[in-house]
């Protein structure tokens, strides 16, 4: 019996992010923008992973749509034949940035909508927590 391959690969195509939510691992700046794999190194890894079986991808980051490039990736999964999700803060998404994705071809997207806020941890009742509990 043949073993099955993966069926969707999630790429952190970034770790920039213009929020700074306290308990994000982004801020140690893992890689740096300089750093980060270019827009032909993605492609080669989309060419691989459909060669692998893999019919999703998942796009996150960091925040994705802090590449200017995004799009380049989209469109090359959805010549490649995959299904493409963006996972976005929503931050810089703009309608006609949504509209160049979504004709590039993303499938889907989900994303916070909410105004950022600031963080406030609460017990599992909603109630604030305090060094007491
Ligand atoms: S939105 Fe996500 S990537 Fe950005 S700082 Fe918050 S947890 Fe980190």
Redesign the pocket.
Known sequence: MTRPGPLGIIAEVTHR?P???P??S??VDLVAAGEEMTLLEWLDILVQARDLGVAQLHLT???PLARSDLVGVVRAAHDLGLYTNLIT?GISLTPNRARTLKDAGLTTSRSASKRPTRFSPTDWRGRPLTPEN
């Open positions: 992010c929020l700074h939510c308990y994000c982004n801020p980051g960091g925040e803060s």
